[in-house]
């Protein structure tokens, strides 16, 4: 039986909001089977819980923002997106604000932070989601679908009228039972463009980004000394965002995505269209590891 899995330890560590600016303390610590993923103010009387599904996500304005009981956290997809790529199921996350810390504007931080604490196999079966039919959602010319696939693949494409895109890759098609998360997917950074940080920042937005945390691009290029990790790094975070916004589904998802200038916004209408339509999916198990499609065997399940 292919098991769910939690943290063997708590691990905590401190960073700052992007968006707020304030300095956060992050713990992740194990849970029981079934649990799901739980973010918990720490900060806030009694710790409010607010579980790590679709249907709570309250605002998408360059994050994605959970929300329960006047509880909220910002900022959770790339985290979300290293517990898949890390395979686990079950998980709290204290935070001591309303933000999870950026760290370095990826998910490495995190997939870091999860190989410290540890990962153990649980005695209740892992489920996965699979895509019997295809969901598409078009708005302008952004759209998005989860179709049918034996195994988990993201494809993203973006356009920007800008010389750094034109010297750039805006296109990925990356198949998880080919590429590994943690090496290609995980470092890839957020990114932004100096004419909209004034905007932003009167939005209340952007008042802790740095060159340490996102790539910065001016009128004609990269403004971080090092450059950038990958050719494809722009897009490949795009691709980054999608796979945190999928998880939010509740369990990892076997089929295809596909988004082109797609965002939070447009990625959590599409997990909630999903999940609405209760003949479009089914949950299933695996009992041995030859039955899992590639794309778990050689992402999701990382040595416990």
């Known amino acids: 039986m292919i098991r769910q899995r939690t943290l063997k330890s708590l691990v905590r560590a401190t960073g700052v909001g992007v968006h707020t600016g304030r300095k956060v303390t992050l713990v992740l610590r194990p849970a029981a089977p079934d649990t799901g993923i739980v973010f918990c ?19 998408t304005r360059m994050a994605t923002v959970l929300e329960k009981d006047g509880a909220r956290v910002s900022t959770v997809e ?26 370095d504007g990826s998910a490495a931080t995190f997939v870091f932070l999860l190989q410290q604490a540890g990962i153990e196999e649980q005695a209740a079966p892992k489920r996965y ?46 198949d998880f039972a080919e590429v590994s998360f943690v090496k290609e997917v995980a470092r890839a950074r957020t990114f932004g463009f ?6 932003m920042r009167n939005a209340g937005l952007g008042r802790g980004g740095s060159l340490d945390n996102a790539i910065v691009v001016d009128d004609f290029r990269v403004l ?17 965002d999608a796979v945190g916004d999928l998880y939010l589904a509740g369990h990892p998802v076997i089929g295809a995505f596909r988004g082109h200038k797609s965002g939070h916004a447009l990625n959590n209408q599409l997990v909630r269209a999903l999940l609405d339509d209760a003949s479009a ?9 030859g039955d899992l499609p590639a794309a778990f065997a050689n992402m999701a399940l990382q040595p416990a």
Not at 146 to 166: N, Q, S
Request: net charge negative; charged share 25%; no cysteine.
């Open 41 to 59: 103010r720490s900060d806030l009387p009694g710790s409010p819980a607010i579980p790590a599904r679709a249907h709570n996500v309250t605002d």
């Open 78 to 103: 790339h985290l979300m997106s290293a517990f898949f790529g890390m395979g686990v199921d079950n998980a709290y996350v204290d935070v001591s604000a309303e933000e999870v810390p950026i760290m």
């Open 129 to 174: 989601l699979r895509v019997l039919r295809e969901i598409a959602l078009e708005q302008g010319d952004r759209r998005v679908s989860l179709a049918p696939w034996p195994g988990f693949k993201v494809g993203f494409t973006i356009e920007f009228r800008h010389p750094v895109f034109e010297q750039s890759e805006t296109a990925v098609d990356i």
């Open 194 to 199: 100096t004419q909209d940080v004034e905007a």
């Open 224 to 240: 971080n000394a090092e450059g950038l990790r990958f050719d494809d790094e722009f897009v490949k975070h795009k691709a980054l």
């Open 281 to 289: 999916w089914e949950l299933v198990t695996f009992e041995a590891p």
